[in-house]
């Protein structure tokens, strides 16, 4: 079992919906969450960082770590077109520590 | 500000051959990470930098890898002789310093081994 696993895609969905992305882990040491984005042949972009349980937001962006079930989420609202790009969901233990990767999932937005 | 800035974008070679990839990290970032990303898959750590010192090279297949960061600025990423399975892109990172968890990454090398 990889430490983090991330929902098969691809995902499409119609342009003003919500989307659901979603992280499961097994190392419970896990305290730093991230999400990126990455555009095709571009390198990946932070879009949330959060520490510990919680809810972040940032605009339409929302993050959701429980860390009692090791379940990490991001919401999207309003999807647009431009959101359609992958998502790689990242963690690790401390401030200095390796970032271990999701395998990300492709979210297409249709207008 | 300028962002990471990778070299060449593109490379295809035959395998045996050496290859070699660049990077410049954004200006005052002291941490710089050299990751690999196989399609569909997330980037997986090869060696990380503090400085010119490789603090985290755990991962680098060393019989073939090699990576310098001399001046602590730039860095090069050498495959020695590149093998199919190297067929992947390259990415470089880097981050301020004690702030690893705000990594900015370059566009990435694309290489493909033939």
């Known amino acids: 079992q990889k430490e983090v696993e991330q929902d098969p895609g691809p995902l499409s969905v119609p342009e003003g919906a919500i989307v659901s992305l979603n992280c499961t882990y097994s190392?419970?040491?896990?305290?730093?969450f991230m999400w990126y984005r990455q555009y095709s042949r571009k390198g990946p972009e932070l879009l949330m960082y959060t520490y510990s349980s919680g809810n972040k937001e940032d605009g339409r962006f929302t993050a959701q770590v429980d860390k009692s079930s090791k379940y990490i989420s991001l919401f999207i609202r309003d999807s647009q077109p431009s959101d359609s790009a992958t998502y790689l969901c990242a963690m690790n233990t401390g401030a200095n520590s390796k970032l271990t990767f999701g395998k990300g999932i492709t979210l297409s937005v249709r207008p | 500000e300028a962002g990471v800035v990778q070299s060449p974008r593109y490379k295809i070679i035959e395998k045996k051959q050496p290859v070699a990839f660049w990077c410049n990290p954004i200006?005052?970032?002291?941490?710089l990470y050299w990751y690999l990303q196989n399609l569909g898959q997330g980037p997986e750590l090869l060696i990380r930098y503090e400085n010119e010192e490789a603090v985290d090279d755990s991962q680098l297949p060393k019989d073939r890898f090699s990576a310098e960061r001399l001046k602590g600025v730039d860095s090069t990423l050498k495959i020695q002789p590149a093998e199919l399975g190297d067929s992947a892109v390259y990415l470089c990172?880097?981050?301020?310093?004690?702030?690893?968890?705000?990594?900015?990454f370059g566009p990435g090398t694309r290489l493909t081994v033939l």
């Open positions: 190392n419970s040491a896990f305290q730093y």
């Open positions: 200006s005052g970032h002291n941490t």
């Open positions: 990172a880097s981050s301020p310093r004690d702030r690893d968890n705000e990594q900015f």
